[in-house]
């Protein structure tokens, strides 16, 4: 494994896997490729969740232009080949939704070592395709998350960057023409940002902003005021588990707030499988009790919650990355029918090559969630109908 530099943790933390997944060899320096995040979307507007890899590659050890691999889904459960749309060099995470608006699902990509976000608006002519990015910059940071949410009231989305450099989150507002982006505002942050994401988490109808750090903390910003005049938002800080790389916003517990769930990369030594903070809402508005920590694999990358069990109540999954020379795993968390917000011991499901990115969609038409993953290759594991919420094996798509 290549060394951890201290300020790029989660995604590019784990590049070191590169090779390990799909490899060529032509006379001449190898070739790699590595899908590290994952994202479910139906993006050609079949009515049919389609999957969408973000792969980074490398030749002869020296990273090269990464893309977004798309697998379209047709019929249930089958898919086309894979289509690629190029992003920038060592991308680290992705988001897709309608962007600019006009009800198509665009890309919204992280590319950490070109110190860029790609913003790739969906083909008005051409259905589950993308025109070229957009590029928006990020000059002396390095891009590791993106989240999208309209935080100044305009009616268009605007993008928020966790950009490892400086104590801060940046935010590109829309312009008013859709899919462009002004200069980016900053806030500060109790400590340099790994990931980010934007939801109503006061309750006053207003998108707010939770940012997980180095500072072993999530930063909160509510209330962020952008016009007529721009004020400056101080951010409360909620500690997490050991180095947090990723981070949601979900009503856990079921009272009708938002509650904030992170995943944990661990320490440098003795990592420890403390992989998953949940903070649940206090009871005023916007406010996080102290985290609860759940047991994982090692080196937990990323999450995703959704009822994975048909019972009403939401659960987590877990991208575990694992330690060197290990395949990793997927920790299924469960929530306690007993206790609401609390989750049971976790089912763990072996990796390929260390999953680093997870998501959920219905890949066979089946009516229940399947795990989509981020292991060396796209990877599904089908939900079991006999028994909900528990996962058959791993299914492999090349990219």
Partial sequence: MRPLPSLILGSLGILALLGC????????????????????????????????????TDLGGVATQGYVSTRLQGP???????????VGTEPANLVVTDVDGDGRPDLVVANA??????????????????????????????????????????????????????????????????????????????????????????????????VATTANTVSVLCKILFSPTLVAQSAVDYATGVQPVAIKAADLNGDGKLDLLTTNYGATLSPGTQGLSVLLQGATAGTFQAPVHYATGYRSTALVVGDLNGDGKLDVAVANSGLPGDPGSVSVLLQDPTTPGALLTPTSYRGAWGPMGVALGDMNGDGLPDLVLADGDIVVRFNNPAAPGTFGPPQFFYN
């Avoid at 997944?21 to 993006?43: C, F, K, R």
């Avoid at 990015?133 to 966790?162: E, F, H, Q, W």
């Fill in 21 to 56: 997944s799909g490899s060529d060899y032509h006379d001449g320096p190898s070739s790699s490729y590595l899908v590290n995040a994952i994202a479910v979307a139906d993006i050609d507007a079949n009515g049919q969740p389609d999957i969408l890899g973000l792969v980074s």
């Fill in 76 to 86: 249930a459960g089958a898919f086309a080949l894979p289509t690629r749309f190029g």
């Fill in 113 to 210: 070592t070109d110190q860029t976000v790609s913003v790739r608006l969906g083909d008005p002519a051409k259905p589950g395709f993308f025109l070229p990015a957009v590029l928006l910059s990020t000059p002396g940071r390095t891009p590791l998350d993106v989240a999208v949410g309209d935080l100044n009231g305009d009616g268009k989305m605007d993008i928020v960057v966790a950009a490892s450099g400086a104590n801060n989150v940046m935010v590109f507002l829309q312009g008013s023409t859709p899919g462009t982006f002004l200069a980016p505002v900053t806030f500060p942050v109790g400590g340099d940002p790994q990931a980010v994401t934007v939801a109503d988490l006061d309750g006053d109808g207003q998108p707010d902003i939770a």
